[in-house]
């Protein structure tokens, strides 16, 4: 497969990188020492496009590739990790399931309001009593006449109270998947305490009760019999999302590590003139290379509609490691600087860490890729 990046892909990206840059970087403490929702950064992402990449034109969206978006995230993931998971889970995880799934009704309601960001948007993760995977559910929803009536909890919302639309996944009384747009101020959707997290300190995370919380049934999202494949889909796309997240937070790593074994001078010359030093920029390179394609090997294989299951899965598995591995890397070459909350890469690790159980564990996945391998 050709990885090249196209004209309009190396566009974005430095359109990205520069946004990134110049509106966000002298942000990223502020927003992980506050734990800010950063609304005014996603303000100005807006003006650029940058929430209706993945949404259609006739909606106000860009209609953007995968890979497209893929590129645009690992960017600002360089600069704030909390502000890149935001963007990704509205671009790739709730505009994607609408502009693919969702009636007409539902795309021309909240499509162009997301894409300019009127709109931003949220996703239940976890329950208090299940395991990692968005498919554990004990929320239960019963039908009443024209009305949906959910009872249950969530952690890990992302969007927090901040967001004004969530992706929910529930399950009904026979276990069959259920998939809903809900909007904030609906009776009996709370919010509960805001989740006081190690990294992503920006994206609000917090705990939601559903309390005989009534949705009308245009609120499902599509058709009701698709719910189960759209999970599916929609949780391969949240794991392409974390994915893009984590390589930008190594390549942020990696960069900084080279920038700094340059300067920094020890015994008459540069650390980087150091073989200690030169392997282990060696190996960043080598992981984020590997992780980085598996990543766009997946996105490949979605381009192309083909089953992505352990595809994003591996995805998911090594970008996340990789993280993790490469800015404690990072940190060990900077030495004592790296280890000063005054520099980023301490932020950068915690935010790293996040990586590993976002959209499924790392067990979580490697059980995946075990199945699928056994099954084949």
């Not at 650029?48 to 893929?70: H, Q």
């Not at 060696?282 to 299951?309: C, F, H, N, P, W």
Request: hydrophobic share 40%.
């Amino acid at each position: 497969m050709d990885f090249n990046l196209s004209e309009d892909q190396k566009l974005i990206r430095d359109m990205s990188r520069e946004f990134a840059e110049k509106e966000l970087k002298d942000y990223a403490v502020e927003i992980d020492e506050k734990r800010e929702f950063p609304k005014n950064v996603l303000k100005k992402m807006s003006q650029l496009g940058l929430l209706g990449l993945a949404i259609p034109e006739k909606f106000s969206g860009n209609e953007m590739d995968i890979l497209s978006i893929v590129i645009a995230i690992e960017e600002i993931a360089k600069v704030c990790a909390s502000t890149a998971v935001i963007c990704a889970i509205h671009n790739l995880v709730v505009s994607y399931a609408i502009s693919q799934f969702g009636t007409e009704e539902q795309k021309r309601k909240h499509l162009p309001k997301l894409a300019q960001g009127k709109e931003i948007s949220g996703i239940s993760l976890m329950e208090p009593d299940a395991e990692s995977l968005i498919t554990d559910l004990d929320l239960i929803t019963s039908q009443q006449g024209e009305k949906y009536i959910l009872n249950g909890k969530k952690r890990l919302m992302l969007g927090g109270n901040t967001a004004d639309l969530f992706l929910v996944f529930a399950k009904d009384e026979q276990s069959k998947i259920k998939i809903f747009l809900i909007e904030k101020g609906m009776d009996g959707f709370i919010f509960d305490k805001e989740e006081n997290t190690l990294g992503l300190r920006g994206i609000k995370s917090c705990e939601l009760s559903f309390e005989k919380c009534q949705i009308p049934k245009e609120n499902l999202l599509g058709k009701d019999m698709e719910q189960t494949l759209y999970l599916k889909k929609i949780s391969d796309m949240g794991k392409i999302a974390i994915s893009a997240v984590a390589i930008g937070i190594a390549q942020s790593a990696l960069d900084m590590s080279i920038e700094y074994s340059l300067q920094r001078r020890q015994f008459g010359k540069t650390i980087a003139e150091f073989q200690a030093i030169q392997w282990m920029l060696a190996q960043m390179e080598s992981d984020i290379t590997g992780a980085r394609s598996t990543l766009y090997y997946a996105v490949a294989l979605k381009g192309e509609s083909k089953s992505t299951g352990k595809e994003c899965a591996i995805a998911k598995l090594t970008s996340a490691q990789v993280a993790v591995k490469t800015t404690i890397n990072a940190i060990q070459v900077r030495g004592g600087y790296g280890y000063m909350k005054d520099f980023p890469l301490e932020r950068m690790f915690r935010d790293a860490k996040s990586m590993e159980f976002i959209m499924g564990t790392l067990q979580t996945q490697k059980d995946i890729i075990a199945e699928k391998l056994l099954k084949s």
